[in-house]
């Protein structure tokens, strides 16, 4: 039996890593110019955490967690989202102890039983950031600042940020009644999952994206009507500081998100070219969470972002990504005596920071110069018997064609200045 990948599951080869390289290394930047710190939690966490932290009815916790019993007989889950182990963290190391705001952020693996498609997998990546400690508007306003800072610093302009604010759990009390009384009576038209959330969950019929649900819900009274004072000045704040910054952003009352710990702002940013799997970015606040899940009262705001979304959002809109590289040089090397001296000289040239292969193969020098071309090698050396006993190096660059020969030990010198120029050139581009 051929054993593959599991279902929703895909290998990064080289050719795309080094996308992810690059993707990473920006957002590690943006990150860290926002003042955000990078926080490593386990990939598995105690399942309570994310039952309390996410919620009982949502469709995570219920559908999506690959959830298991370790030999010790101990509930484990995959994380399903990035926050929850990051409020355990912040509550663990007794980070409110600490001066405000906490700025983490985070960039790995996320895991979520769903059924795969494009743009949904059962193992996906995900950018996140959470400041904790900051209730204020300003906070809200800077998460999703540095989200568009990093799209655009990607080449990615033509995204829309989606907001709503769903109130704080007095206000979303009221207008949960209200919702119910709406949808009541017009159950029977509803899907049979939202039919089952009309008693447990009925903001989440908000967010259904069955046909038949979306018309009734069209008609459905609005929570921005329901909101406290509070929750109102909150919500045009952040609006205040986005428009500020000059951010193009459109209220949108029918977002809600899946994740029950979210309070006020929520948004999302889309891009509109992806189908369905549109959202590249959601997050909110969620003032509750950290007490919720057994620390101290004090707020947060974040943002999670799928990086495969991410990427196929690059790449649909034609921005830079780079691909595989080839090695600066390739030693060509005939007969044992010039293999052992180009084996000795690479590790001199490694650590001058040249990026230098011979050959493990034991080919033909024609066969070798063959390769070379093949893996996509800046220059070869050709190193035979008549070139060791000279002292002397043959060096061909592969695009171009130039010829040199040059003393053995001016090779790096030689090489470190002839890329250093064209990695100058580069730079410019
Ligand atoms: P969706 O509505 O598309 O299911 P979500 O609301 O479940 O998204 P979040 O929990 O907000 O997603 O996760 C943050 C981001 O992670 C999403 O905006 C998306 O870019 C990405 N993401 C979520 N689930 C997946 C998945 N199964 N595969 C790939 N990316 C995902
Ligand atoms: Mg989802």
New binding site residues.
């Given amino acids: 039996m051929k054993i593959q990948v599991p279902k929703g599951t895909q290998d990064i080869l080289p050719g795309e890593v080094e996308k992810w390289h690059y993707v990473e290394a920006m957002m590690r930047k943006v990150a860290s110019q926002y003042g955000f710190q990078e926080i490593r939690t386990p990939l598995f966490e105690h399942t309570e955490l994310f039952q309390r932290g996410i919620g009982m009815t949502t469709d995570v916790v219920e559908k999506e967690m690959y959830t298991f019993e370790d030999k010790g007989k101990r509930s484990l889950t995959l994380r399903p989202?990035g926050t929850a182990g990051a409020a355990r963290a912040f509550i663990e190391h007794s980070y409110a102890a600490r001066p405000q705001p906490t700025k983490f952020y985070y960039i790995g693996p996320i895991f979520?039983y769903?059924r795969p498609q494009a743009?949904?997998?059962r193992q996906?990546h995900?950018f996140g950031v959470e400041v904790f400690g900051s209730p204020l508007p300003i906070a809200d306003a800077e998460v999703i600042i540095l989200a568009l800072d990093l799209f655009s610093r990607l080449g990615l302009t033509e995204l829309t940020v989606k907001l709503n604010n769903i109130g704080c759990p007095t206000c979303r009390q009221s207008y949960r009644q209200v919702l119910i009384d709406y949808l009541t009576p017009r159950a029977d038209n509803l899907c049979a999952d939202c039919r089952n959330r009309l008693t447990r969950n009925p903001l989440r019929v908000l967010d259904c994206k069955q046909d038949g649900c979306g018309a009734i819900v069209a008609n459905a009274p609005s929570i921005t009507d329901h909101l406290c004072q509070d929750c109102r000045d909150h919500f045009s704040r952040v609006l205040d500081y986005l428009r500020a910054a000059a951010v193009r952003y459109e209220v949108d009352p029918k977002i809600v998100?899946?994740?029950d710990y979210y309070t006020r702002t929520v948004f999302e940013i889309v891009y509109s070219g992806l189908g369905a799997?549109s959202?590249?970015?959601?997050g909110g606040r969620y003032d509750n969470l950290i007490e919720t899940v057994g620390g101290p009262a004090t707020p947060g705001v974040g943002f999670?972002?799928?990086i495969?979304?991410l990427l196929l959002t690059l790449e649909k809109n034609g921005c830079y990504l780079p691909g595989e590289r080839g090695p600066d040089l390739y030693i060509a090397a005939i007969g044992d005596a010039a293999l052992e001296q180009a084996f000795a000289a690479m590790y001199g040239l490694r650590q001058a920071g040249v990026h230098v292969v011979t050959d493990l193969m034991g080919r033909s020098l024609k066969a070798q110069l063959k390769y070379a071309d093949k893996i996509g090698a800046r220059y070869v050396a050709v190193l035979g018997e008549a070139e060791l006993a000279a002292g002397q190096v043959q060096l061909k660059q592969m695009q171009g064609g130039e010829d040199w020969v040059i003393a053995w030990s001016d090779l790096a010198d030689w090489l470190t200045e002839k890329l250093g120029l064209e990695a100058n050139k580069e730079e410019v581009r």
């Fill in positions: 989202e979520r769903e743009g949904r997998y996906h995900q998100r899946g994740l799997q959202t590249v970015c959601g999670g972002m799928g495969e979304r």
